[in-house]
């Protein structure tokens, strides 16, 4: 019993860890959730005298609990599950609280995630382990039946993808997040004037038929004329977050991971001069999207 209650209480300790982790690899709460629990049945079926370092035994249980969830929805050709059970260490059902989720998915970078979502399996557990927790290429070669050095080359391409190329110097990037984070304000705060302030007076916007602009899509001229419709039909807003978007600083909506919608700027003597509103899932799918490095 006193084994037990010990490894319980480490487990507990590990808990937020652990689901950290396998959120990371697996882009939903409820699955991680459902790492985390076949985690502590197996811990629960050990023998306790097995573990020198218990967090790094659990680190490569959840983690190949992980890799076999990505290969096996890859396999059935299915999305992630919204399905909780119950807990193992406490015997309570627990809800997945959006609020909770939306945290975590910030805590994350939600261009991150939708980078992270986009990658295979391997490249994905070798990117999260080594870069996001530490863990070394050995036993990541360990968890993934590949040598050191595949899983070293696998990681590195993985973070070539999430952090992107940018198209601009740093200086000319710095400016368009700025001038992004001005217009995303303004947004929030239902701020025609701080609108006007970031885009030139004859901006340009076009929207495609998907990101809710009528059958043929639509094009505005004139940021005036954009801003007072735009300030209307701003609930969105919330959502959006800056992103390397096709190179250049954009923003994305990206609830969970899932991209439903980009935004992508053209800049020009300090103002925005245009901006492309994108919803089709085929184009989302295609362009490339990247981690802004702060």
């Given at each position: 019993?006193?084994?037990?209650?010990?490894?319980?209480?480490?487990?507990?300790e590990?808990?937020?860890?652990?689901?950290?982790?396998?959120?990371?690899?697996?882009?939903s709460?409820?699955?991680?959730?459902?790492?985390?629990?076949?985690?502590?049945?197996?811990?629960?079926?050990?023998?306790?005298?097995?573990?020198?370092?218990?967090?790094?035994?659990?680190?490569?249980?959840?983690?190949?609990?992980?890799?076999?969830?990505?290969?096996?929805?890859?396999s059935?050709r299915e999305?992630?599950l919204d399905?909780?059970?119950?807990?193992?260490?406490?015997?309570q059902?627990?809800?997945?609280?959006?609020?909770?989720?939306?945290?975590?998915?910030?805590?994350?970078?939600?261009?991150?995630?939708?980078?992270?979502?986009?990658?295979?399996?391997?490249?994905?557990?070798?990117?999260?382990?080594?870069?996001?927790?530490?863990?070394?290429?050995?036993?990541i070669?360990?968890i993934?039946?590949?040598?050191?050095?595949?899983?070293?080359q696998?990681?590195?391409?993985?973070?070539?993808?999430?952090?992107?190329?940018?198209?601009?110097?740093e200086?000319?990037?710095?400016?368009?997040?700025?001038?992004?984070?001005?217009?995303?304000?303004?947004?929030?705060?239902?701020?025609?004037?701080?609108?006007l302030?970031?885009?030139?007076?004859q901006?340009?916007?076009?929207?495609?038929?998907?990101?809710?602009?009528?059958?043929?899509?639509?094009?505005?001229y004139?940021?005036?004329?954009?801003?007072?419709?735009?300030?209307?039909?701003?609930?969105?807003?919330?959502?959006?977050?800056?992103?390397?978007?096709?190179?250049?600083?954009g923003?994305?909506?990206a609830?969970?991971?899932?991209?439903?919608?980009?935004?992508?700027?053209?800049?020009?003597?300090?103002?925005?001069?245009?901006?492309?509103v994108?919803?089709?899932?085929?184009?989302?799918?295609?362009?490339?999207?990247?981690?802004?490095?702060?």
């Open positions: 019993m006193g084994d037990s209650n010990w490894l319980a209480e480490r487990f507990e590990n808990r937020e860890y652990l689901r950290g982790l396998a959120f990371r690899m697996l882009g709460v409820a699955e991680a959730d459902d790492a985390v629990q076949e985690c502590w049945l197996r811990l629960s079926r050990s023998d306790s005298e097995q573990f020198g370092n218990l967090r790094a035994w659990l680190t490569t249980v959840v983690a190949r609990i992980c890799l076999d969830t990505m290969r096996s929805r890859k059935k999305e992630p399905v909780m059970v119950p807990e193992p260490a406490s015997q059902r627990h809800r997945v609280d959006p609020e909770a989720e939306a945290i975590l998915a910030d805590s994350v970078g939600h261009a991150t995630l939708v980078v992270l979502l986009r990658l295979n399996p391997i490249e994905r557990i070798s990117f999260v382990l080594h870069d996001l927790f530490g863990v070394p290429f050995e036993e070669a360990r993934t039946r590949r040598s050191p050095d595949a899983v070293r696998t990681a590195s391409r993985a973070r070539r993808r999430i952090r992107g190329n940018a198209t601009v110097a200086g000319e990037l710095g400016e368009q997040v700025s001038l992004v984070e001005k217009f995303l304000d303004g947004l929030r705060r239902g701020d025609i004037d701080l609108l302030d970031v885009l030139d007076p901006a340009v916007v076009r929207a495609d038929a998907a990101a809710g602009a009528g059958k043929d899509g639509v094009e505005i004139g940021a005036e004329a954009w801003a007072r419709n735009a300030i209307e039909a701003a609930r969105g807003a919330r959502l959006a977050r800056a992103a390397l978007v096709g190179g250049s600083v923003l994305i909506m609830p969970r991971g899932r991209l439903i919608k980009a935004l992508r700027f053209s800049f020009a003597n300090g103002r925005i001069t245009a901006m492309e994108i919803g089709d899932p085929q184009r989302l799918q295609e362009i490339e999207i990247a981690a802004l490095e702060r």
